[in-house]
């Protein structure tokens, strides 16, 4: 009987300190959504007239469907308890705010670029509260 409890310690142990070396999967669905916005805003800033903006289509495409991805993922995790929440405000918020500042200022400037607006079609799934 002894010998069992210990063995379900040493599993429970090990198991806990090889999921102690790994990010949370909350913080690996941040970490893809913050580089999905850097991707997007690094497409956006490419774009300096029409032909460029053809050009940025494709890899636009290619983050939004990443981004969206990532947020169909996300919205079948469970939520995090509430320290875990706390932990990933303070490490997240930071980055997700400039990456999200970074991508809205070249998404203004695209704008105003003839083929802009049909190249910020690309990423308007983004932009969308997901259907539930």
Same mark, same amino acid.
């Given at each position: 009987?002894?010998?069992?409890?210990?063995? +379900? =310690?040493?599993?429970?142990?090990? %198991?806990?300190?090889v999921v &102690?070396?790994? $990010?949370?999967?909350?913080?690996?669905?941040?970490?893809? =959504? %913050?580089?999905?916005?850097?991707? !997007? /805003?690094? /497409?956006?800033k490419t774009?300096?007239?029409?032909?460029? $903006?053809?050009? $940025? *289509?494709? @890899?636009?495409?290619?983050? +939004?469907d990443a981004? !969206? &991805?990532?947020?169909?993922?996300?919205?079948?995790?469970?939520?995090?308890?509430?320290?875990?929440?706390?932990?990933?405000?303070?490490?997240?918020?930071?980055? #997700?705010? +400039? /990456?999200?500042?970074?991508?809205?200022?070249? #998404? =203004?400037? %695209?704008?105003? !670029?003839?083929?802009?607006?049909? &190249?910020?079609? @690309? !990423? /308007?799934?983004?932009?969308?509260?997901?259907? *539930?």
């Open positions: 009987m002894a010998t069992r409890a210990w063995a +379900a =310690v040493l599993t429970l142990f090990s %198991v806990a300190c &102690a070396g790994e $990010a949370s999967p909350y913080e690996k669905a941040l970490e893809k =959504v %913050v580089q999905s916005f850097d991707k !997007i /805003s690094d /497409s956006l774009i300096i007239d029409e032909d460029s $903006a053809n050009t $940025a *289509k494709p @890899e636009l495409r290619k983050a +939004a981004f !969206i &991805a990532v947020r169909a993922k996300a919205d079948q995790m469970q939520p995090p308890e509430k320290d875990e929440k706390i932990r990933l405000e303070k490490l997240f918020k930071p980055k #997700m705010d +400039a /990456s999200m500042k970074r991508m809205f200022t070249e #998404m =203004v400037r %695209v704008e105003l !670029i003839p083929g802009g607006k049909e &190249a910020l079609k @690309e !990423i /308007s799934g983004v932009l969308k509260k997901p259907a *539930k």
